[in-house]
Every structure is written in structure tokens, then in C-alpha cells.
């Protein structure tokens, strides 16, 4: 199991700011080399640039893989973590592409809106990937995660894939969210810039910006326990620099950086212009704004809160056509669901499940040569949702 992955871009002289684990990790069976320490063995062995180093274990053994960039080849290393020994070495050529264009690329709205085109659903995984070019997506739908990889540049889908979630809902007592942020802080300092609460694998996700650098971390929900530590150089980062003004007494320097504000300022300027409550809360940084999405009693609105000045914009407006959770109303249940479901589509029911948090039950059926995926109101028996696919499978 993967304990730690840090993503750097370290040439042959090293010269680099964000590399982190500097010092050895000090771990049950000893101590073993820093990431900068074992990117110099690497180095050693191979010319390039090391952009990705990760510790694993195998067989009992730690051991790093490291992945190196040259002129023509990459190469994918796996050295001793004690001793930085080479153990393997797989080569592969290739013309490498260039760093991606910030002006040339579709966005990461566009790219998000071109994937929810596709699937009607719930983006958990947004990013630009800079070496292939590419907007990683990941869509939560109805029981199954959709994995699209979408051209940066021509917004053409290049992969779609579908994998059934197996749900294993966090019960019990938590740690709770302001706790988990501050073990994030306490680790690296910095500005939160996402922290939810995924109920699925029963973590913490955690978003933080210390400078150049961005982390992200899993926490354990129960335990407050670092799962996972990720950190990159930041090289998009939004900063943007002040006008040149005339000297008015005030030493500071004009030409200094703005920094992004930190999100929970961001969400009280968003309920300022429209009181409600927050749905979700993430940084954009592509956009370079925070995305808001906020409810009121009648309308669902988005919300796009800039970065660096906090100007707001309502990007969308939503009149909520979905019946009120009353607490009074019991549900439906099961059978009565699965009765209204097969009134749609005809078929076997392979799937009936509750989601409570939505007041939905998620529904599947299957007839031989086609697939249904139905949402159906679990207080009035509406149905609210219908997808009709292909069983190629």
C-alpha cells in the first residue's frame, strides 16, 4: 500500500523550490532516504528530471518508484528506500510534449461542463493533468464513478469509463470537519482551499496552498489518522500583481503578489449576496474563483466568488422542483418503489437502494438488452430521473 506520494519536478542539479520530506521518515524498520535524497540516487543512475516519486511497499520491502523524464526516454525506477539500490529499471521512448498553455486550454468549467454533458451526475475529481494534457473528470452517478480523460485543448473526450461503487458509508462518531482541517494546517500550514467529508471510503479530502506548494491530504474520519499526504509545485498558483501607483508615504512594495483569500472569507461573501445554505464549497484554480452552490427555500444558486478580489458573480439560478424533505411524510419503502420503477421500464430489478442524505431510492433495471437507472422520490413516488443504456456488456 502506497503510504506517501509527493509529486516534484527536480532537474539534475536539484535546484528546485517545494521539495518536501527533506528529512528521512523515520518508519518501524528504520529509516529511510528523503524524496531528495533518493531523486539524487535516482539520478545517478539516469539524466533527466524527476517528476514523480512515491514510496510503496514490496514484498515486506520499502521501496520508491520514481519516475524520470529525459530528452527522448522515460524511465520508471524502483529503488531500495534504505539504501537508494537500484532494484529496476523500465524504459520506455518518447517525444514529450510540451508544459501545457494556459491560453490555449478549453478550461476546467468547460472541460467539467463537456463531461456532465455526457453523464448527468456529480463531479468528485476535477484536475488539469500538465504532462498529457489532458482535464482528469470524475463523475459520481447513480451507483457508478465515470472516469473521462477530456483533450485540454479541443475538449475532445479521449476515454470514458464506468465502474460500479461499492458504498461503505461512514457510521459512527467522527472527528468532525474543523478538526480534520486543522491536522491538515498543523502539518504543513497554509490556506485551506477544499475540505469535505467522503463518506464512501470514510475520509477527510483535504486541500491546502503553503506558497507555491499544494497539498492534499486523507485524514481517517474516526481516527484523525494522515492516510495520505500529496504535494505539488503549484506553478498555477493565482497571483496577480498590482498597478504601479504613485508614492504616497506607504513603504510597501506595489509589484507584491496578491494572494488568494482563504475559502471560508470567500463563503461568507457568497451568503452575503444570497442567504441560504451552502451546498458545496470548492477553488477552481484554473478560473481562478471559488464555486459556491447555495439553497435557499425555492431556488438553488452557483456562485462564483473570485479569488483574489472576492468579486461575485451568480453564474446560475435553479427553481427547486423537488418536494421538501418532510420529516412527517414517512416513505414509500422498497416494494412500492420497485412497483413504480417497473411501470417505466420493464424488466428485473438488479438494484434498490435509499439514499436518505437525497430521499431518493436509486433504482436499476435490466431486461436482456438494455439497462435502467431511475431516481424515484422516496416520500411521493415522482420519478425524478431516467437513463436508458445499452447493456453492451
Not at 508544459?99 to 456529480?122: F, P, R
Request: no cysteine.
Amino acid at each position: 500500500m502506497k503510504k506517501m506520494i509527493t509529486a516534484l519536478a527536480i532537474t539534475g542539479s536539484l535546484a528546485v523550490s517545494g521539495v518536501v520530506a527533506a528529512a528521512g521518515i523515520q518508519t518501524n524498520s528504520g529509516k529511510i532516504l528523503s524524496s531528495e535524497e533518493i531523486s539524487k540516487k535516482a539520478l545517478s543512475y539516469v539524466k533527466g528530471t524527476v517528476y514523480k516519486v512515491e514510496l510503496d511497499k514490496e514484498k515486506g520491502v520499502q521501496v520508491y518508484e520514481i519516475d524520470v523524464r529525459g530528452k527522448s526516454k522515460e524511465y520508471e525506477l524502483t529503488l531500495d528506500a534504505k539504501t537508494g539500490k537500484l532494484l529496476e529499471k523500465k524504459t520506455e521512448t518518447t517525444k514529450v510534449s510540451n508544459t501545457v498553455n494556459n491560453k490555449n486550454v478549453i478550461g476546467l468549467a468547460k472541460a467539467k461542463e463537456i463531461a456532465l454533458k455526457s453523464v448527468k451526475g456529480s463531479v468528485k475529481k476535477a484536475k488539469l493533468d500538465r504532462e498529457d494534457g489532458i482535464y482528469e473528470i470524475e463523475i459520481i452517478r447513480a451507483g457508478y464513478e465515470y472516469d473521462f480523460d477530456i483533450n485540454a485543448y479541443t475538449g475532445k473526450i479521449v476515454k470514458k469509463e464506468k465502474e460500479k461503487i461499492s458504498k461503505k458509508v461512514v457510521t459512527g462518531k467522527v472527528i468532525g470537519l474543523a478538526k480534520a482541517k486543522q491536522i491538515a494546517l498543523n502539518n504543513v500550514g497554509g490556506t485551506v482551499q477544499k475540505a469535505k467529508l467522503d463518506k464512501s471510503d470514510g475520509v477527510y479530502e483535504i486541500e491546502i496552498i503553503n506558497g507555491t506548494t499544494e497539498y492534499e491530504f486523507e485524514i481517517h474520519a474516526k481516527t484523525g489518522k494522515i492516510l495520505k499526504k500529496e504535494s505539488e509545485v503549484a506553478d498555477d498558483v493565482i497571483t496577480t500583481t498590482k498597478p504601479s501607483t504613485p508614492n504616497t508615504g506607504n513603504t510597501a512594495n506595489p509589484s507584491t503578489p496578491n494572494k488568494v483569500i482563504g475559502i471560508e472569507e470567500a463563503k461568507a461573501i457568497a451568503l452575503k449576496s444570497v442567504n441560504g445554505t451552502v451546498k458545496k464549497a470548492e477553488y477552481d484554480r484554473e478560473d481562478g474563483v471559488y464555486e459556491f452552490e447555495i439553497l435557499t427555500t425555492d431556488y438553488e444558486y452557483d456562485i462564483d466568488v473570485d479569488a483574489i478580489t472576492g468579486k461575485v458573480m451568480i453564474t446560475d439560478k435553479e427553481r427547486i422542483t423537488k418536494t421538501p424533505n418532510n420529516p412527517a411524510t414517512p416513505f414509500i419503502g422498497e416494494q412500492k418503489a420497485s412497483q413504480i420503477a417497473l411501470t417505466k421500464a420493464k424488466g428485473t430489478i438488479t438494484k434498490i437502494e435509499l439514499d436518505e442524505e437525497d430521499g431518493v431510492y436509486e433504482i436499476e433495471v435490466k431486461d436482456g438488452m438494455y439497462e435502467y437507472e431511475l431516481e424515484i422520490d422516496a416520500k411521493t413516488g415522482t420519478i425524478l430521473d431516467f437513463e436508458k443504456e445499452y447493456e453492451d456488456d
